[in-house]
C-alpha cells in the first residue's frame, strides 16, 4: 500500500516535468525535425517556390556537383573547421581552469563579483558585440586614434604599432576564436562550477588526510570528478563544429578577410538569402549536417570508450 | 538612437521616393526646369480633359468592371512599423477601397502578414494553390515566377486595358523597365517605373566650409581630388588644431553600395563601370556589350589612386571595417572626413548631424571629378524593380492592369485634381494614402518636385506646389529664415530636415543642381542591356559580386598588387562572367 502510494507520487510529480518537456519538444520538432525531410528534398531538386517541392525538377546531384566547383566552398570549409576546432578547444581549457581557480577562492564576495562580470558579455548579442569590438580593437587612422586595445598593448611596448585585428588575415581568425571565448566563457565556468559542487567533499577531507596538496587534490579529486561534464560539453560541441559561429563572423568579417574568415553559415547565407540559391544553399545545409552527424556519431563513441559516458 | 536610425530611414525613404523619378518628357526637350514649371500651369486643362475621360461612357472601361468582380489580395502594409491610419482610416474602410469599389472592384483579403513576412507567406500561399489575384515581388525573382507558371501572360490584356495614363507612365524610362520583362516577346508582369536612372546617379559631396578655411578650389579632377584629401588629412580643415580629419570616406564593406561610401563613381571617372551590383553591360567601340569593369587600364589607374590614397592616410586605415551607417553617423556625420560619395540624399543627415558640432558645416555636392581627362559619366540602368504580377488562376488578367490604370491616374498629380491626389496619394494628415492601394504606380517626378521647389523658393510664391511639395517647401523656408535671421537651431528637428531638404535640392551646389548639370551635359553611360537576368547567371551573380569586391579591397589596402586586376579579370570571366555576357548580347 505504502510502495504503491510512493509509485503513485513518483508518476505524478514526474508526470508535471514531461508537461514542461511537451512544449520545448514540440517546438525542436516542428522548427528542427519537420524541415529535414524537405531540406534533404530541396538538395535534390531546382526547388522554385511557385511550383512547390511537387512540381520542382529533380536534378539529382546536380547541386552538388555545383557545390564542389564553387571557388568558394573549400575556403569555407576550410575556414570553418579551423575557427571551429580552435573554439571548442579553447572554450573547454579556458572555462575548466577559470572554475578551477574560482573554486579555489574563499572569499565569496570576490568569488561573486568576478562570476557576474565575467557572465556579462554572454548576455550581448554579437550586433551589439561587433560594434564595440570594431571601436575596440581599431587601428586608428589619420582621424582617430587607436582603439583601446592596441593604445594598451602599445603603451606597454607589446606591440610597436597597431594591429589590424579584423583587416588582417593573420590576425582575424585568432581574433574570432579569442573574442568568442571572451563573450562565452562566464557562461561555460557556471556549468563547470556547478559541477565541481557535485565532487564528494569527503574525497578531499580523506585526501587531505593522506597528505595530498591543494595541486594533488585537483589532479586527482577535481578533475576527474568533473571529467565527465567536460566530455558531455565537448561532444555536445563538437556536434556544433561546422557552425563556426554566423552571427559573429557575419558581423564582423570584411571583403579582405573573406580569404580566413567566410564560413559555411555565412556562404549560405550568400546563396540562400541574398542570391535565392534555395537548392544549392539547401545543399551545403545538408552537407554541413551529414558532416556534423558523423562527428557527433564519432565523438559519442570516443566518450562511451575514453570516460564511460553514454546517454543509453 | 534607434527612433533616430528610423527617422533617418524614413528621410532617406521619402527623398528615394521623390528622387526616384525621371520626367520623361526631359529626355525628349531637353530643358528640366522650363518644363517643370510650365507643367504646374497646364495642369488645370489637362485635369478637365481627364474627367471629361472618365465621365463619358466608352467601349472599354479602363478603371473597372460593369459587373461587380473579386479580386482576391494579400495585405503587408498594415502591419509595417512605420505605417499609421489617419483620418479614421481601417484595413476594410479607406479611400482606396472605395475607389475600388465605385469602380466594381471587390477586394477580398486572403491574409494580413508582416512585411518582413509577404514574400515567404506569398510563397507558401502558391505552394497551397490558393493564392493573391494580384501581387508583387523583387524583379530579380520574375523569370522563377513565370517559369512556375504561377502568373498569367498579360501580353494581350495590357495592349488593350492599358490607359494612356498608363502607356503615358511606363515611358518614364523610355519604357526600358516593362520591355525588359518581355521574354520572347511575352509580358508576365508590370513594373513599378520609379528606379530613375537619371536621378540616382551618384554625386561628390564636399565640405565647402574646409575648402574654404584652406583657401582651396572645389576639385575637378582627380589629382586635385587627392591634392584636396591631403589638406583635409593634414592641415587642419576644421581649425581646432587637432588631427582628427581625413580625406576621402570610403565603404569597405560594400565598395559598390550604391549608398554613402560608394566607390563606384571613382571608377566612373576613370571609364569603368561597376553600379551597384558589379554585373554592367556598356558598349564597346564595336557595339558589342562588355562588362563595366572590363576596362583593366581605367579600373587599375583608379584603384593605383586609391592605393596610394591609402597608404598616405587620406584614406581611414580601418576603412575596411566601415559600412554605409558608419560613413553616415560617425565619419561624415561627426565630421571626419571631408570627401564621399553618394547620391542625392547623401548628406540629408551628415549635414543634419554635423551642423550640431559645427555651425559653419556646409556640405555641397559636386560633380564627380574627371579622372582621364573627360567628363565623368554615370552608369544608367533601368531594370525593372518592383514588379507587378496577376495569378494565372485569376479569371480575369486584366485586373492588374485596371488595378495599375487607377494608380497611375490618382497617385500621379499630373493625371488626377488636387482633391484627388491628396485623398489618394498626398495628404497624410488626413488619409493613409498610397499604401492602401493594391497597386502603386506613384509618380516619378522627383525632377518635377526639385523645379517646382527651385522655382518657388526663388519666387517666394508657392502657390502652384502639389501637398507634397508644399511640405517640402515649408521645410526648407523655415531652415532658409532661420540661416537669414541668424536663429539657426542645429537641434532643432525642423531646421534639420529644412538643411537635409536643402542640401537635395537648392542652391548652386545642391545634389539636384548637379544631377540637372549631367542631364543637361548627357553625362550617362546607358545600359546597353536592361533584361532580367538568367537563373544561371543570377546563380552566379554573389560570386562574381563578392570576388570584386574584396579584389577592389584588397588592393586598395594594398595586400595585392594594382596589376592584379588582369588576372581577377580572367577569375571573373570563368567563374560565370563570360555566360553574362554572352547573355546579354544573345537577348539584347
Not at chain 1, 566563457?185 to 595530498?212: K, M, S
Not at chain 1, 534555395?278 to 552537407?287: H, I, K, P, R
Not at chain 2, 502594409?77 to 476594410?92: C, L, Q
Amino acid at each position: 500500500m505504502k510502495t504503491k502510494r510512493a509509485k503513485k507520487s513518483k508518476r505524478n510529480s514526474t508526470f508535471l516535468f514531461h508537461i514542461m518537456l511537451f512544449f520545448p519538444v514540440l517546438l525542436l520538432f516542428i522548427y528542427n525535425f519537420l524541415p529535414i525531410p524537405a531540406g534533404i528534398l530541396m538538395a535534390f531538386q531546382n526547388f522554385q517556390p511557385g511550383k512547390g517541392f511537387l512540381g520542382s525538377k529533380f536534378v539529382w546531384f546536380q547541386n552538388f556537383k555545383r557545390l564542389f566547383i564553387l571557388p568558394d566552398t573549400w575556403p569555407a570549409l576550410r575556414n570553418t573547421l579551423i575557427i571551429a576546432v580552435e573554439k571548442i578547444a579553447c572554450n573547454i581549457i579556458i572555462p575548466v581552469s577559470f572554475a578551477l581557480l574560482l573554486n579555489e577562492v574563499k572569499n565569496k564576495i570576490f568569488k561573486r563579483t568576478v562570476q557576474t562580470i565575467t557572465y556579462l558579455p554572454y548576455f550581448l548579442s554579437w550586433v551589439i558585440l561587433s560594434g564595440i569590438l570594431i571601436k575596440f580593437l581599431a587601428p586608428g587612422s589619420s582621424a582617430t586614434s587607436p582603439g583601446l586595445f592596441n593604445n594598451i598593448l602599445t603603451s606597454l611596448h607589446i606591440i610597436d604599432e597597431p594591429v589590424y585585428f579584423l583587416g588582417s588575415n593573420s590576425t582575424f581568425r585568432q581574433t574570432m576564436v579569442v573574442s568568442d571565448v571572451w563573450k562565452n566563457f562566464g557562461y561555460n565556468t557556471i556549468v563547470y562550477l556547478a559541477a565541481l559542487t557535485g565532487v564528494d567533499p569527503t574525497l578531499y577531507e580523506a585526501a587531505a588526510v593522506d597528505g595530498a596538496g591543494r595541486w594533488k587534490q585537483t589532479l586527482h579529486i577535481t578533475i576527474p570528478g568533473i571529467a565527465p561534464f567536460i566530455v558531455l560539453m565537448t561532444v555536445l560541441a563538437i556536434g556544433n563544429v561546422l557552425s563556426a559561429g554566423f552571427d559573429q563572423i557575419f558581423n564582423l568579417y570584411n571583403p579582405v578577410v573573406y580569404e580566413t574568415g567566410d564560413v559555411i553559415d555565412t556562404l549560405v547565407y550568400r546563396l540562400g538569402l541574398e542570391n535565392k540559391q534555395y537548392s544549392l544553399s539547401a545543399t551545403v545545409g545538408l552537407l554541413k549536417s551529414i558532416v556534423s552527424c558523423i562527428l557527433v556519431l564519432t565523438s559519442y563513441k570516443l566518450a562511451d570508450k575514453l570516460a564511460g559516458y553514454r546517454v543509453w | 538612437m534607434k527612433k533616430k536610425l528610423l527617422s533617418v530611414l524614413l528621410a532617406a525613404a521619402m527623398t528615394i521616393s521623390l528622387a526616384a523619378c525621371g520626367q520623361s518628357s526631359f529626355d525628349e526637350k531637353g530643358s528640366p526646369s522650363s518644363e517643370g514649371i510650365s507643367d504646374t500651369s497646364d495642369s488645370s486643362t489637362q485635369q478637365t480633359e481627364d474627367q471629361a475621360d472618365a465621365d463619358s461612357p466608352e467601349e472599354i472601361n479602363y478603371y473597372g468592371f460593369d459587373e461587380p468582380t473579386t479580386v482576391k489580395i494579400g495585405i503587408s502594409y498594415a502591419a509595417a512599423p512605420d505605417f499609421t491610419f489617419y483620418g479614421g482610416e481601417t484595413v476594410d474602410n479607406n479611400a482606396w477601397l472605395d475607389l475600388y469599389k465605385a469602380n466594381n472592384i471587390i477586394t477580398d483579403v486572403l491574409y494580413e502578414v508582416d512585411p518582413s513576412q509577404e514574400q515567404t507567406k506569398l510563397s507558401t500561399a502558391i505552394m497551397s494553390g490558393d493564392y493573391p489575384d494580384v501581387f508583387s515581388s523583387n524583379a530579380s525573382e520574375y523569370r522563377n515566377y513565370v517559369e512556375s507558371e504561377a502568373v498569367a501572360d498579360i501580353t494581350e490584356a495590357y495592349e488593350k486595358y492599358a490607359s494612356e495614363e498608363l502607356k503615358a507612365y511606363m515611358e518614364n524610362d523610355g519604357g526600358m523597365a516593362l520591355e525588359s520583362l518581355r521574354i520572347d516577346g511575352k509580358l508576365y508582369g508590370l513594373p513599378r517605373v520609379n528606379n530613375d536612372p537619371y536621378a540616382s546617379a551618384h554625386v561628390m559631396w564636399i565640405r565647402k566650409d574646409w575648402l574654404d578655411n584652406l583657401g582651396l578650389e572645389i576639385p575637378t579632377t582627380m589629382e586635385e581630388l587627392q591634392e584636396v584629401a591631403r589638406a583635409f588629412t593634414f592641415n587642419d580643415p576644421d581649425g581646432n588644431g587637432q588631427n582628427d580629419t581625413y580625406g576621402l570616406a570610403l565603404d569597405g564593406i560594400n565598395i559598390i553600395n550604391d549608398s554613402l561610401g560608394n566607390a563606384d563613381p571613382i571608377f566612373n571617372a576613370f571609364g569603368a563601370y561597376l553600379g551597384k551590383n558589379g554585373l554592367t553591360y556598356v558598349e564597346d567601340e564595336n557595339g558589342e556589350i562588355v562588362w563595366g569593369g572590363a576596362n583593366a587600364e581605367g579600373m587599375k589607374a583608379a584603384l593605383q589612386m586609391l592605393q596610394d590614397m591609402y597608404k598616405e592616410g587620406t584614406i581611414a586605415r580601418d576603412f575596411i571595417t566601415m559600412d554605409y551607417n558608419t560613413i553616415m553617423e560617425e565619419e561624415a556625420g561627426a565630421g571626419r572626413c571631408g570627401i564621399w560619395f553618394g547620391p542625392n540624399w547623401a548628406a540629408m543627415n551628415p549635414s543634419a548631424t554635423a551642423t550640431q558640432k559645427d555651425l559653419n558645416c556646409e556640405m555641397i555636392a559636386v560633380h564627380v571629378p574627371s579622372g582621364n581627362g573627360e567628363r565623368a559619366m554615370a552608369y544608367a540602368s533601368s531594370s525593372a524593380g518592383t514588379v507587378y504580377y496577376v495569378s494565372s488562376k485569376c479569371e480575369h488578367p486584366e485586373m492588374l492592369i485596371k488595378l495599375f490604370n487607377l494608380s497611375v491616374k490618382y497617385q500621379n498629380a499630373d493625371n488626377c485634381t488636387a482633391d484627388e491626389y491628396n485623398m489618394y496619394y498626398g495628404d497624410s494628415a488626413n488619409y493613409s494614402g498610397w499604401k492602401t492601394s493594391i497597386v502603386y504606380g506613384g509618380g516619378p517626378d522627383g525632377n518635377r518636385t526639385n523645379a517646382a521647389l527651385v522655382a518657388s523658393v526663388e519666387s517666394g510664391n508657392a502657390a502652384n506646389l502639389n501637398a507634397k511639395q508644399i511640405e517640402n517647401y515649408n521645410s526648407i523656408k523655415t531652415y532658409m529664415d532661420a540661416v537669414a535671421d541668424g536663429t539657426l537651431d542645429p537641434a532643432d528637428s525642423a531646421h534639420q530636415r529644412g538643411l537635409a531638404l536643402y542640401t537635395v535640392h537648392i542652391g548652386d551646389h545642391s545634389a539636384w543642381s548637379v544631377i540637372r548639370d549631367m542631364m543637361a551635359n548627357d553625362d550617362y553611360v546607358l545600359a546597353a542591356y536592361n533584361g532580367v537576368p538568367s537563373e544561371e547567371v543570377s546563380n552566379n551573380a554573389a560570386t562574381l559580386k563578392k570576388l570584386l569586391v574584396e579584389t577592389i579591397v584588397k588592393t586598395i589596402t594594398g595586400a595585392q598588387n594594382v596589376d592584379s586586376y588582369d588576372s581577377f579579370l580572367d577569375t571573373w570571366y570563368a567563374m560565370g562572367g563570360e555566360d553574362a555576357i554572352a547573355e546579354a548580347n544573345e537577348l539584347r
